[in-house]
């Protein structure tokens, strides 16, 4: 079992003109000159009036691709009209006149902004790269015109400069308050000349992040592992085998392909008995984005951190994580630093014990080598058998995927607090394995739209995420609209989808995002939901994690597929044991990931341009995170969190957010456990609240107390006497 080492990513959306969209991605550098479609923007693109479908759904039955790249010009125009009247207004600067006037300028935009962000991420296609690539820039452009604006700062820093004689309830204070620092942290404050210096080195970052992604895109398909010899796949199920056939008529040779995630390790080292085999994919994944050739990435992201680190500079700051996390929990590099550091001794001496325990397996077998990074999840997955008589497909035919959403994911929510769940058939979605639920109040009424589109496919990133089509808010009227994407194996046609433990970990993390989107009760769609700092956005999803196996809904959902029959106790009591197992690996893995960020992220202007494998290989040292079988779980060439995803400075707040679900979980078992009464003080207190006051009070106060790495290292087993 390896639950919480997924790859979670939560998107923010463009709710307000200064969140950030990340309209990115696309094409190889020619493309970058993508025109300017000139197609006209009118009734009859599906985007230029609010949809008619319920909750505003988007009508993807009407969406071509090429309605995109009008519609966001048009939202952009929109929205920069909207700002220059409120920056041009002759009567004074009054909260409703300004900041909320500001929450309401961005309603095209959103509109289509949630939608491309969708489909460019989980549906993409050539067209959709080369509008994505085009706009990048301009969005960012268009990012700074707003926030540089000067005029519209005058205002907001006129209302925030009197913030406390306003007679502004608690929330609205905050909405000033965020404002005034995200404008701030946008450059604000600079002089004219900075400020032109600022919006060109924004420019050159976001179209540096789009290249890197689509070259990350292209080198990850051309990563994936083809072979016409059915016994290289020694291992895998006839159903898995089939599964990886490439049909008949395709271009490809016949034969069998097996495409990379985008993390290092692959699934499939579990259950791949063939050592070539690993070692060629996990060949395949380590040097994805390092041959050479066009999808190489290396002298991108040097480029792209060297970029970051004079923009911090340039704000006055350090370095780029100096400037980045001001508005995070965290508030500094040295707290992620030191958080991170803390945690270090404890992972890697259980990695190394991990890791003599596999080499010992290698050597009962006189298989005469020494313990590889793509040997580790074949023996692990040995050791665990030994030890615990675990083999996961004994587990995975009680995990079929719709039993596990609707009577443990939907289920938990319901026991938690009280929603309800029906599946709609007639509202359109964007490809024909997404399914849409309609999501119900404890008191029946109405609440949101959930989408699920859980099966991979060679178009749509790796890993899981959330996002959202529409968020909530009072004073838009808006309820919300949902989605989870995940790349979970599709079956063969007529067979079960059935999965790992880590999987439905992943449908419970995922679906904890979308509850924060769902059960969000705020006024103002900038602090709605999940619009919340990277340190505390992935706290809901992870701690909706730890319902997964909590009895009362392990038990209601872990069927058996064929025959109904639950899980046997000794089946489970091996499932629950062996959880603290190879958790020194995973630990580490993402340490590692997470120490990476930070040093590129801590280098100071003045550095010259590295060489990534050099400053990869000496930043895994200083930081004693160099364990040859326990690689980083990205390597900086294809760690695309931190060079496109918005997590750049930030990977540390996965662990940081473990720290505060493993009190918080702690915090139920301690009061009943799952009840409605500390689910719906938990949603009253916590998820409705989004980021309408300071999180860290929000959460201490909800908690009773400070939150401490003690629950989190003892649910892994790492403290010294933990479980093996
Ligand atoms: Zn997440």
């Known amino acids: 079992m390896k639950p919480r080492t997924s790859n979670w990513i939560v998107r923010t959306i463009l709710t307000t003109g200064i969140s950030i969209a990340l309209a990115t ?22 985007f230029f009036a609010e949809s008619a479908l319920p909750f505003h759904a988007p009508p993807f ?22 700002v220059q009247k409120i920056a041009d207004n002759p009567e004074p600067p009054t909260f409703e006149n300004t900041i909320v006037a500001f929450e309401r300028s961005s309603r095209l935009l959103d509109r289509v902004g949630a ?7 989980a549906n993409t296609d050539d067209e959709l790269q080369k509008v994505q690539e085009y706009e990048a820039p301009r969005f960012a452009a268009h990012q700074d015109a707003i926030q540089l604006n000067p005029k519209l700062f005058a205002r907001i820093k006129a209302i925030y400069d009197t913030r406390n004689s306003l007679g502004l309830d608690a929330e609205s204070l905050r909405l000033v308050e965020y404002d005034y620092q995200q404008f701030v942290k946008a450059g604000a404050n600079l002089s004219e000349e900075d400020k032109t210096r600022l919006k060109k080195l924004n420019e050159e970052q976001s179209t540096l992040s789009a290249t890197f992604m689509n070259k990350l895109q292209a080198a990850a398909k051309a990563g994936s592992f083809s072979t016409t010899n059915k016994a290289a796949l020694a291992g895998l199920s006839e159903e898995e085998i089939a599964a990886a056939a490439v049909p008949a008529g395709q271009s490809q040779p016949q034969g069998f392909v097996i495409p990379l995630l985008n993390t290092t390790q692959q699934p499939d080292f579990a259950v791949l008995s063939n050592r070539a085999t690993r070692q060629a994919i996990y060949e395949n994944s380590w040097n994805r984005t390092e041959r050479g050739d066009a999808n190489d990435t290396r002298a991108t992201i040097a480029s792209l951190a060297q970029l970051r680190a004079q923009k911090a500079a340039l704000m006055g700051y350090p370095n780029f994580a100096a400037w980045n996390l001001t508005d995070q929990m965290a ?42 990074p793509w040997d580790w999840e074949f023996y692990a997955e040995q050791v665990r058998k030994a030890r ?55 008191d029946g009424s109405p609440m949101a739209l959930w989408y699920c589109d859980y099966f991979k496919r060679d178009n749509k990133n790796g890993g899981a995420w959330m996002d959202q089509f529409v968020s909530e808010s009072k004073l838009l009227g808006q309820k919300p609209v949902v989605f989870n994407v995940a790349n979970f194996a599709k079956p063969a046609p007529g067979q079960p989808a059935l999965l790992s433990f880590d999987d439905v970990t992943t449908m419970f993390h995922e679906f904890g995002h979308a509850l924060h989107g769902m059960l969000a009760d705020t006024q103002y769609p900038s602090l709605s939901g999940t619009q919340t700092p990277r340190d505390f956005v992935e706290f809901p999803s992870q701690f909706n994690e730890h319902w997964a196996s909590y009895p009362a809904v392990f038990d209601h959902y872990a069927k058996h597929s064929k025959t109904g029959e639950p899980m046997p106790a000794e089946l489970k009591a091996k499932i629950e044991k062996s959880k603290t197992f190879n958790q020194g690996y995973d630990m580490t893995e993402i340490l590692a990931a997470a120490r990476l960020d930070l040093c590129w992220h801590t280098l100071p202007a003045s550095a010259p341009l590295q060489d990534p494998d050099a400053f990869e290989k000496d930043a895994l040292e200083k930081t004693h995170l160099a364990l040859h079988a326990v690689p980083p779980r990205y390597r900086s060439s294809y760690f695309l969190h931190i060079w496109e995803e918005g997590y750049e400075a930030g990977y540390y707040a996965y662990s940081w957010t473990e720290m505060l679900d493993d009190a918080a979980f702690q915090w139920f078992l301690d009061h009943g456990g799952m009840t409605r009464a500390n689910g719906d ?10 980021n309408t006051e300071d999180l860290e009070k929000m959460y201490e106060t909800w908690l009773g107390s400070k939150p401490s790495i003690e629950p989190m290292l003892k649910s892994r087993g790492l403290t010294p006497d933990g479980a093996r």
Request: charged fraction near 25%; proline fraction near 5%.
């Open 61 to 82: 039955d009407r969406i071509k691709d090429s309605d995109y790249q009008p519609a966001i010009d048009a939202g952009m125009a929109q929205q920069l009209e909207q």
């Open 331 to 372: 508030k500094t590099p040295e707290a992620a630093i030191n958080f991170i550091d803390a945690l270090v001794p404890a992972a890697t001496a259980r990695a190394k014990r991990e890791g003599d325990d596999i080499q010992a397996v290698i050597d009962s077998q006189h298989a005469g080598f020494t313990l590889e």
């Open 115 to 121: 939608a491309f962000n969708c489909v460019t991420h």
């Open 388 to 442: 615990y008589d675990l083999d996961e497909s004994q587990i995975k035919p009680y995990f079929e995927l719709n039993n596990v959403l609707e009577n443990g994911v939907f289920y938990a929510a319901h026991e938690l607090y009280g929603l309800t769940f029906k599946e709609r058939h007639d509202l359109p979605v964007y490809q024909s394995d997404v399914r849409v639920f309609e999501v119900f109040d404890a």
């Open 681 to 690: 003080r938990f949603r009253r207190m916590v998820l409705s609240r989004g």
């Open 25 to 46: 991605a696309a094409a190889s550098h020619g493309a970058a000159q993508a025109q300017a479609s000139g197609a006209p923007f009118g009734p009859d693109n599906p």
